[in-house]
Each structure stands twice: as structure tokens, then as C-alpha cells.
């Protein structure tokens, strides 16, 4: 059965941020840093690419270099072809069913723990999201809520690279590195939640606000 889980006071036509609990101090507005999260994805993105890629050569060897290039004896040496546009329509679908799958996950996971959660997509943002807008939500509810996706995708994508398939294995490739580099802000929302004393509290009001509620006197 799922907890309980907190009711909020939110009056849409008052304000954004609703009252805070009994016991709590004013809430902090929560701002993820778009510099570090910039910084983090180019980190990421080449440790993410290098790992995957070293496990992906392991398990397929030469042969996943076919599914990118193609060669063919002729008379006067090898003619080598690159498949460009396979390539690139395989990476599309990739990051499209990647992302609403790891979208997914978080609600999913968000509704065992008892929350209702909206699913849309953030134009500004370039983003899709699943949250519990307009809910208190707990500091220990949160930490399986957010690493879901990065460790799902992750269990379930390392043994699609050893499949005998150098496409099948290509895609999960392209999938593990784009969750792992999409998954920086997840990361550095953990962080906050390890910084954050027990019993915090936190809410969305909507795609841009978010709010940190501390317990009086941490």
C-alpha cells in the first residue's frame, strides 16, 4: 500500500508557493545550475561514451563496425561505404524512446510512492518530465524516485550490448550513453537530497518553480 502523502495549500490564484508545513521553516527556491549541468554533460558525456564503448567492443569486436561502414572488394582496392543515414535515423529513435522511457520510470516509481503525477513536455526547457506538481514530497521518497531511470536503463541496456545483433547492440549503445549524459540533472538533484537534512520536504508548483522546505531549526 502506498503512504500517505502529504497535502499542500497550493491556491492557484494566490501565489506559487503554498504555506509552509507545521514545523517548517520558509521554503527555498530550488534552481538547478545550468553552468554545472553543462559542465557535468561534458564530463559525462565522454566517460559515459568511453565505458559503454569499451564494453561494447568486448562483447561485439570488430563486427559492430559494420553497421556503420560497409566494404567492398573491387578491381583497384576496397570501397568503403559509410551508412550515414541508417545511423542517424537509429540515434533519433534512440533518444525519443529513451527519453519518454526514463520519463517513464520516474513516474512510475513516483506512484508507488503514493504521487499523482503529470507527464508533458517543457518546450522552454527542451524536455519532457513526470512530476508530482502541487504535492510535498519526501526527501527519502525522492532518492529512488530520481535514480531510477540512470540505474533501470543501465541494468537492462549492458546485457543488450553482448546480444549476437551489431544493431540491436548499437542502439543500446546510443541509449546508455544518452540516459547516462540525460541523467546529469538527476544526479545533481541526488546531491541536493544527500545535502538536505531528514525530513526535508520538497514541491513543484510547475515546470519552472521549485521549492525546498527544511524542518525549523536545520
Known amino acids: 500500500m502506498a503512504a500517505e502523502v502529504s497535502e499542500s495549500r497550493f491556491d492557484t490564484d494566490a501565489t ?14 530550488f534552481e538547478y545550475p545550468l553552468v554545472g549541468l553543462l559542465f557535468g554533460s561534458l564530463v559525462v558525456t565522454p566517460l559515459s ?28 582496392g576496397l570501397d568503403l561505404s559509410v551508412r550515414v543515414i541508417p545511423v542517424l535515423v537509429t540515434f533519433a529513435a534512440v533518444v ?33 518530465y513526470a512530476t508530482p506538481f502541487h504535492q510535498f514530497q519526501r526527501r527519502a521518497d525522492l532518492f529512488p524516485v530520481v535514480l531510477a531511470p540512470l540505474v533501470v536503463i543501465s541494468l537492462v541496456g549492458v546485457p543488450l550490448l553482448f546480444v549476437p545483433v551489431p544493431w540491436v547492440a548499437l542502439a543500446a549503445f546510443l541509449a546508455l550513453v544518452f540516459n547516462a ?34 524542518p525549523a531549526g536545520d
Open 16 to 29: 506559487l508557493v503554498p504555506e509552509s508545513p507545521e514545523g517548517y521553516d520558509d521554503p527555498t527556491e
Open 96 to 128: 525519443v524512446v529513451t527519453t519518454v522511457v526514463h520519463e517513464l520510470i520516474h513516474g512510475v516509481v513516483a506512484g508507488r510512492y503514493g504521487y499523482e503525477v503529470t507527464y508533458g513536455v517543457a518546450p522552454h526547457m527542451g524536455a519532457f
Open 181 to 214: 549524459v540525460g541523467a546529469v540533472g538527476d544526479l545533481y538533484y541526488t546531491a541536493v537530497l544527500l545535502r538536505s537534512p531528514p525530513g526535508t520536504l520538497f514541491y513543484d508548483s510547475d515546470v519552472r518553480h521549485c521549492y525546498i522546505f527544511y
Open 49 to 76: 561514451f568511453l565505458g559503454f564503448g569499451a564494453v561494447l567492443w568486448w562483447a561485439q569486436g570488430p563486427a559492430v563496425l559494420d553497421v556503420f561502414v560497409t566494404a567492398t572488394e573491387t578491381e583497384t
